[in-house]
């Protein structure tokens, strides 16, 4: 059985001092070894933090990162620059860019395909807005948001991607879909995934719920079938909580 996967998004919050004041406490509270941790402090607080892990399996990733190498982006950070700081995963797709951003999934692929060319592993973000749930798209959603955003993704390059399924409805909510809902959208993402791959990747495809994740509800949505991990934003940013969503997923 493969290790769960529990990262934190910290989004726009914690300074390069909050962070390693946040690492050194988290630290000592990660009791597991079943579960893989990632942290993904804002672009500032990278490399700090890569030095604050050193000694650690802590994971450490960034929220974001430009298609382009270099160039008159003024204000953006290219994969090269996310990679020298220290982060060796980076989320792309998230459901803040796609809407603040206004990022689709061809920008997204592009992202993805310049991720893996840097050797930058991807946590890919998919999930349907309320108004396509009240619809019944979800899974024409994700399976659109899959397919885009994975195009021309070898099957031999799959396994440096990460997906989870992050229902935008959900996010920074304190709304959690059903059991049955999570499921079902897992199955969902397998079931793509397998349809432009093949079955053994779809099974070793690591695939993370996020939405309102917290210290209360990580125990039953661990359980639920399908769900590998969880990507964490509210909740990550105390360390005794997140290390507590930590342990419900060992
Ligand atoms: C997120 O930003 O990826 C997220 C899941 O946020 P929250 O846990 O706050 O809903």
Not at 113 to 129: D, F, N, P, R, Y
Request: aromatic residues 6%; charged residues 25%.
């Amino acid at each position: 059985m493969t290790n769960k996967v529990v990262i934190a998004n910290f989004k726009m919050n914690k300074t390069i001092r909050d962070t390693k004041e946040y690492i050194a406490e988290l630290i000592p509270l990660i009791t597991t070894s079943k579960v893989v941790v990632g942290i993904c402090p804002p672009f500032t607080a990278i490399k700090s933090a890569e030095h604050k892990l050193k000694a650690t399996n802590i994971l450490l990733g960034a929220q974001n990162m430009h298609v382009e190498d270099k160039g008159a982006y003024t204000g953006e950070v290219s994969g090269e620059m996310i990679k020298e700081a220290g982060a060796s995963f980076v989320i792309l797709g998230h459901s803040e860019r796609r809407s603040i951003y206004k990022e689709n999934n061809i920008l997204i692929n592009k992202k993805i395909k310049k991720a893996l060319k840097l050797g930058i592993k991807i946590v890919l973000c998919v999930g349907e807005s309320l108004a396509e749930r009240g619809q019944d798209k979800t899974e024409e959603v994700l399976n659109v948001q899959l397919s885009e955003g994975l195009k021309d993704v070898y099957a031999n390059e799959m396994g440096n991607i990460i997906i989870a399924y992050e229902p935008v409805w959900s996010i920074g909510t304190g709304k959690v879909p059903t059991n049955e809902q999570i499921a079902q959208a897992m199955q969902n993402i397998k079931d793509t995934i397998k349809k432009l791959y093949n079955a053994q990747i779809a099974n070793s495809t690591i695939v993370l719920y996020g939405g309102s994740v917290n210290e209360n509800n990580s125990k039953d949505i661990a359980s639920i079938k399908g769900v590998s991990g969880a990507l964490v934003g509210g909740a990550s940013l105390d360390a005794k909580k997140f290390a507590k969503i930590i342990s419900n997923f060992s």
